[in-house]
């Protein structure tokens, strides 16, 4: 079993920024890839971004592109995402996942991870 927990949600204006932190434990998250997905009241739960273990790879959601980075520290077992110029729309739960096994495919699909943490909300306000 993998055991993510999500930290660094808060409240923020329009224009700011926040940091996500995801730290897995239980097992070893070498060689996984590791995502980030929001989910509004409501709505679908969306990709955000992905980064692979070595960080060769990595893909955003168009709407964050240029403005959110996903990074990974393999020696802490912790994965970031540092949002930045946030608009009321990035307001969700963000929910970080995990998996051994993937492809560049099924690394922008929840049904591609195994492991989910229990999510942090994000509000950005006007």
């Known amino acids: 079993q993998v055991h993510l927990v999500e930290s660094g949600g808060g409240l923020v204006q329009a224009g700011g920024s926040l940091r996500l932190s995801c730290t897995a434990s239980?097992?070893?998250?070498?060689?996984?890839?590791m995502g980030w997905f929001r989910q509004a009241p409501g709505k679908e739960r969306e990709f955000v971004a992905a980064i692979t273990w070595s960080g060769g790879f990595i893909s955003y959601v168009d709407s964050v592109t240029g403005r959110f980075t996903i990074s990974r520290d393999n020696s802490k077992n912790t994965v970031f995402l540092q949002m930045n110029t946030l608009k009321p729309e990035d307001t969700a739960v963000y929910y970080c996942a995990a998996t051994p096994v993937y492809n560049t495919g099924s690394m922008t699909q929840a049904t591609g991870y195994e492991y989910w943490g229990q999510g942090t909300q994000v509000t950005v306000s006007s």
């Open positions: 239980g097992r070893t998250v070498s060689n996984y890839a």
